[in-house]
């Protein structure tokens, strides 16, 4: 089975394009930290992700450089060819679902997060869904510092 579930920051801004056959297509970088055992900067993965047709279109128009997502998908290695010639391996990411996460602080737009999936029934029950009303989260009490089992 091949499925990754990958969260991170894009690094660049969505590009969209339309295929040979007519069908959108969007594509963008993923930065994806990596715990280390070793305290310092963690290392980081870069994922070229590809979204197609209505996915690929919601992508553009929500996501941007910077933007905190999740994406489930299909991991493939492929190769292209460098300016100097060379082959390189290049790690790509066809993307079935994608959630906007959001970022530490709070969007300028307003916007908490969303997703968006291939298929409408997969839909998480929580977080905000395009298309529908604001999400609605329950209230929490704070916890006496006491009363923490830790």
């Known amino acids: 089975?091949?499925?990754?579930?990958?969260?991170?920051?894009?690094?660049r801004d969505p590009e969209t394009r339309t295929t040979s056959t007519g069908n959108s297509?969007?594509?963008?970088?993923?930065?994806?930290?990596?715990?280390?055992k070793v305290e310092g900067q963690p290392d980081v993965d870069f994922f070229n992700v590809t979204c197609f047709g209505k996915l690929?279109?919601?992508?553009?128009?929500?996501?941007?450089?910077?933007?905190?997502?999740?994406?489930v998908?299909?991991?493939?290695?492929?190769?292209?060819?460098?300016q100097d010639g060379q082959k390189r391996p290049s790690l790509d990411v066809v993307a079935d679902d994608v959630e906007f996460m959001p970022n530490a602080q709070r969007d300028g737009d307003g916007s908490?997060?969303?997703y968006y999936g291939s298929t409408a029934?997969?839909?998480?029950?929580?977080?905000?869904?395009?298309?529908?009303s604001k999400p609605s989260y329950p209230a929490f009490d704070e916890a006496d510092e006491d009363e923490l089992p830790f």
């Open 25 to 36: 297509m969007c594509r963008f970088g993923l930065a994806v930290n990596r715990r280390r």
């Open 112 to 114: 908490t997060g969303g």
């Open 121 to 132: 029934s997969e839909r998480p029950s929580q977080g905000k869904t395009y298309g529908d």
């Open 73 to 82: 998908g299909v991991l493939q290695l492929n190769t292209f060819t460098g």
């Open 1 to 11: 089975m091949n499925k990754i579930f990958l969260i991170g920051n894009l690094t």
């Open 56 to 71: 690929g279109e919601i992508a553009a128009q929500y996501l941007r450089k910077g933007r905190k997502a999740c994406v």
